[in-house]
């Protein structure tokens, strides 16, 4: 059977932990992500509340959220890196995760706010992002607060039509997810950089436009819509604070 394109990044989590990487994704040292993720708990009164991440990766939004009083549950589709993230997360209590296909599953219970750092956007066809965004809405209490953040942006020229397959997507994009990549990165430990194989994985950026219709049309209340500073972990991004109201 076909695995879907989404799984590929389980490879990459291999690759770069083979080569002696602490990590490929956000650190909980992102000055950044601290900063809002401390902004959105205080703003939405979450200390002590349950929250949802979801492609939670190596847990660094697990860590934060821990660190801010939160009770934490984080899924990603990886094995790889939910091991990763229980190692990182043992000395919190309350945070727990587990492997997770957002797109096919739907949470069993509802939390009080849920995130999503860099992982709406791995979703390119879609019908997977649809899947994802009614799952995730469903996983919500009435008026939960749910953040996107830095998810890939551009102010204009995404593609605007439907997107069924992965392989029509390459054709749109005439990107190669196939070809290895040398690329770096670093090595916490001893404070150098590891070269890593690995290649390009399919991501979907939308415009502002796109973005907001999506979740309107899911039943999500768009509040705020940030472009995002280029960082190390993305040029163009743009973080979105959307609420559950009701359907
Ligand atoms: C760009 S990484 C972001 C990881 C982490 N949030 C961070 O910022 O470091 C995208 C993540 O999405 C996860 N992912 C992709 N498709 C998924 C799915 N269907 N269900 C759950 N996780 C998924 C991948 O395994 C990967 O960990």
Redesign the pocket.
């Known amino acids: 059977m076909n695995e ?1 394109y ?2 590929a ?2 490879k ?2 291999q690759a770069v932990f083979s080569a002696g990487a602490e ?5 909980p040292d992102d000055e950044v ?1 601290y900063n809002t993720l401390k902004s959105w708990v205080e703003e939405n009164n979450l200390q002590g509340k349950s929250i949802i ?9 697990g860590v934060i959220l821990s660190e801010l009083g939160c009770i934490y549950h984080g ?4 094995p790889s ?1 939910i091991e990763k993230s229980k190692k990182l997360l043992q000395a919190y209590p309350n945070a727990t995760v587990d ?7 739907s949470a069993a219970e509802k939390y009080d706010a849920a995130l ?4 709406f ?3 390119v066809t879609d019908n ?1 992002r649809n899947c ?1 965004l009614k799952n995730a809405y469903d996983s919500l209490k009435e008026n939960a607060p749910m953040l996107f ?2 998810e890939s942006y551009r102010q204009n020229g995404t593609y605007q039509g439907v997107v069924h397959t992965l392989a029509e997507w390459e054709q749109i994009t005439g990107e190669d997810y196939k070809t290895l990549q040398l690329r770096q990165v670093r090595n916490s430990d001893e404070g150098g950089i590891v070269e890593v194989l690995v290649p390009l ?1 399919p ?1 979907r950026a939308k415009d502002k436009t796109g973005y907001v219709e999506e979740f309107e049309n899911i039943g999500f209340d768009v509040e705020k819509f940030i472009e995002m500073d280029s960082s190390t ?2 040029p163009h991004s743009a973080s979105i604070y959307v609420r559950k109201i009701k359907r």
């Open positions: 879907p989404y799984k990044y389980e990459r989590y990590r490929w994704g956000h650190s992500l991440e979801y492609a939670c990766g190596e847990g660094a939004c899924v990603d589709i990886s890196a492997v997770f296909d957002m797109v096919k599953e999503d750092c860099m992982g956007h791995m979703l997977d994802y953040f830095r994985l991501a972990a993305i």
